[in-house]
C-alpha cells in the first residue's frame, strides 16, 4: 500500500468517526471515545501529510536540478 493509499484510508476513518460524533446519539461514553479516537486519527493524518509533502518537495527540487 502507498503512502497516499494509507493517508486516503486513514482520511476515511476521520470522516466516519466525525460523523458519528456529528450525530451525537450514541450514549456518552462512546462519543468519547470517538473523540478520542478522531483525535488520534487526525494526528495521524497530519504526521503523514506532513512526510508526503517533505517528500514531494524533494522529489521538486530534483527535478529542478
Sequence with gaps: ?????????????L????????????????????YERALRLLADAQSRF???KARAEQTANLLQD
Design 50 to 52: 506532513t512526510e508526503l
Design 1 to 13: 500500500m502507498s503512502e497516499a493509499a494509507g493517508l486516503d484510508e486513514l482520511l476515511g476513518e
Design 15 to 34: 470522516d466516519k468517526t466525525i460523523g458519528k460524533l456529528a450525530a451525537g446519539t450514541a450514549p456518552l461514553e462512546e462519543l468519547v471515545g470517538a
